[in-house]
């Protein structure tokens, strides 16, 4: 079973500066099957990137995804009072399918 | 427009059963994969089952034999029954789409609460 490790924990920054996410996986993972979710408190998450690097419909262009293997990243250019949530990394294994989730980043406002 | 709403939550005293809906709109839920996704209060994500639009189901190890994923076509319905209800299934529970083109979850329902507590 592959586990999915976020860090950090917990991101303190301010409006404007830059966000770099890490998810690592603890062996290979497609870059077709990982995607970043971002919840805020009492709401469903929300699908931000799919394919590793691919922004769903209606994400903001700061919001970018890069990576390969076992390493991923989640880059917020700059940050916008919106953007203050808990942000999941998640992947798919083989068939039948299998999804593990991250147990997330919350990105806190300094 | 494109939602899922899901229904049926409550309180339920363990060892307990509930059945949660979750009604599509916008898309037919029988050609789509749609899984079960819960987080437990303060927790993160956790899968819990999905059904293939070819009917085949799978769980996860800590509630299988425990809760069934069905859907009825006819009402674009999606359901998750629960039986042998413990206090660690307490959670939030959302109804997801699972594309298969985009390989990710792209529709969410609003998630619905149940809590297992005597």
């Known amino acids: 079973e592959i586990v999915l490790t976020q860090s950090p924990g917990t991101l303190s920054l301010s409006p404007g500066e830059r966000a770099t996410l890490s998810c690592r996986a603890s062996?290979?993972?497609?870059?077709?099957?990982l995607a970043w979710y971002q919840q805020k408190p009492g709401q469903a998450p929300r699908l931000l990137i799919y394919?590793?690097?691919s922004r769903a419909t209606g994400i903001p262009d700061r919001f970018s995804g890069s990576g390969s293997g076992t390493d991923f990243t989640l880059t917020i250019s700059r940050l916008e009072p919106e953007d203050f949530a808990v942000y999941y990394c998640?992947?798919?294994?083989?068939?039948?399918?299998?999804?593990?989730f991250g147990q997330g980043t919350k990105l806190e406002i300094k | 427009e494109v939602q899922l709403v899901e229904s049926g939550g409550g309180l339920v005293q363990p060892g307990g059963s509930l059945r949660l809906s979750c009604a599509a709109s916008?898309?037919?839920?029988?050609?789509?994969?749609m899984s079960w996704v819960r987080q437990a209060p303060g927790k993160g994500l956790e899968w819990v089952s999905v059904?293939?639009?070819?009917?085949?189901?799978y769980y996860a190890d800590s509630v299988k034999g425990r809760f069934t994923i069905s859907r009825h076509n006819s009402k674009n319905t999606l359901y998750l029954q629960m039986n042998s209800l413990r206090a660690e299934d307490t959670a939030v529970y959302y109804c997801?789409?699972?594309?298969?083109?985009?390989?990710?979850?792209?529709?969410w329902g609003q998630g619905t609460m149940v809590t297992v507590s005597s």
């Open positions: 997801a789409r699972d594309s298969l083109l985009l390989q990710a979850f792209d529709i």
């Open positions: 916008g898309f037919t839920v029988s050609s789509n994969y």
């Open positions: 059904i293939y639009s070819g009917g085949s189901t």
């Open positions: 062996q290979s993972v497609s870059s077709s099957y």
């Open positions: 394919g590793a690097s």
């Open positions: 998640q992947q798919y294994g083989s068939s039948p399918r299998t999804y593990t």
